[in-house]
């Protein structure tokens, strides 16, 4: 309510920045309370800091999370290089940098729940430090032993120290975390939005070398970042995987990467004996997305990439060896191919195995996984909006017992 002398504030609207004008004042002139106005009932804190790839597949429950907490402001806290997987986030009212500002905020606010699903001690310590009479996931105990604050998070908890429970683990991530948080049985998807001038920018880098937008496009994430080098297949079966695709059909290569794969790139491009499109390795987290939603198929390891690509609907094929591929979600985007080994799922950097688990990926198995996706998205138009979608199709997985004479194997069909 306005006071006298003092114009009406709504201090409590989703869209009050306090420091500056509000998006509707600033695009039209109106004043508190207008036609916008959404006041905020509850005040919910999400900890989630640690690794990309589960900062944006953490996006997934956000529907759910905001159905169940209607006119709920959300404040996101994370690292500074998972701040752009959060940019236009429609559930995101704010997303803080973890850090100073971050702890400040902290210290003197108060919110209705407090969400950590990192059972990391720093995230934990953040979660406890959070003013709630509601916290779920884990906190941080005078001890400074992190703690599971319900059955579910203790379960999550096992499973991370535990290598034979994580190996018979069944559920996905996704699920897991739901059930932490209550949530369970309720629909879930990615939730990353790209803006049209994003796309309009990629378009005309991938333009700028060569890549033609009537021809089908198959994405070739080849590294896996500097924590996990154990993930990322071998060079060899990259190139020989594009010479094989490239006698069937008028495919193109396009080379994906951040700064870790720079050298392992210009390798695969010196030794390709088929052209390979490589828009670089120094772009942003969002143009890096922005070019890969351009392949009709991704293949890749257990990487940001995966969750890019399953977050912007395109086909995946996902290569498996020491990660979970049971905890990955492809909402009937794809398909995982994963080595017969004993040992996977074992979360180890290096390996003493020769060979190890992702020197048996074959050729042949993603070969023939690339070619089922890309007769799958044949009949998807590839100039149509890039959005998040879900499809009815079942997740395949494929395994090395699986034949080249298998009743599974579909011809490379290309438009």
Not at 42 to 50: F, G, M, S, T
Not at 126 to 139: E, M, N, P, V, Y
Not at 271 to 297: I, Q, Y
């Amino acid at each position: 309510m306005s006071t006298a002398g003092h114009r009406e504030i709504a201090f409590d609207c989703r869209f009050f920045l306090g420091d500056r004008p509000c998006v509707w004042h600033k695009q039209t002139g109106v004043l508190c309370t207008c036609d916008r106005y959404e006041p905020i009932e509850q005040r919910l804190l999400v900890v989630k800091l640690d690794a990309m790839g589960d900062v944006l597949r953490s996006t997934a429950l956000l529907p759910a999370l905001a159905a169940a907490h209607p006119r709920a402001a959300i404040t996101w806290i994370t690292r500074k290089e998972s701040i752009p997987l959060l940019q236009r986030n429609p559930y995101v009212t704010e997303a803080l940098e973890f850090g100073a500002d971050a702890l400040i905020h902290l210290q003197t606010r108060t919110f209705d729940r407090v969400i950590n699903l990192d059972a990391s001690k720093t995230s934990a310590a953040l979660a406890t430090a959070a003013r709630s009479t509601r916290k779920d996931g884990f906190i941080l105990d005078e001890r400074g032993y992190v703690q599971p604050t319900n059955d579910a998070a203790r379960r999550w908890l096992e499973a991370g120290v535990f290598d034979d429970i994580k190996r018979q683990g069944a559920s996905t991530y996704q699920d897991r975390m739901a059930e932490i948080l209550g949530l369970a049985g309720r629909a879930h998807r990615y939730v990353f939005e790209l803006g049209d001038e994003e796309r309009d920018r990629a378009s005309k880098h991938l333009e700028s070398i060569g890549l033609d937008f009537e021809r089908p496009v198959i994405g070739l994430n080849t590294g896996a970042g500097g924590r996990w080098p154990l993930k990322q297949w071998r060079e060899d079966g990259y190139l020989e995987l594009v010479t094989r695709l490239g006698r069937h059909g008028d495919v193109q290569f396009l080379l994906l990467g951040g700064p870790g794969e720079r050298e392992r790139n210009e390798r695969l491009k010196a030794a390709s004996r088929v052209p390979l499109l490589d828009p670089g390795c120094d772009n942003t987290v969002r143009h890096f997305a922005a070019l890969l939603s351009h392949s009709d198929v991704v293949v890749t390891g257990d990487t940001l990439a995966m969750h890019l690509a399953l977050a912007l609907g395109r086909r995946t094929v996902v290569l498996f060896g020491p990660t979970s591929s049971a905890e990955i979600d492809l909402y009937g985007l794809g398909e995982k191919v994963v080595p017969d080994m004993t040992c996977l799922s074992c979360y180890k950097t290096s390996c003493d195995f020769v060979p190890n688990c992702m020197d048996l990926i074959s050729t042949d198995m993603v070969e023939r996984a690339v070619a089922r996706q890309l007769a799958a998205a044949r009949s998807v138009d590839r100039r149509r909006e890039m959005k998040p979608f879900l499809c009815d199709t079942s997740d395949r997985s494929f395994s090395s017992s699986d034949t080249i004479g298998s009743s599974r194997w579909l011809p490379l069909t290309l438009r």
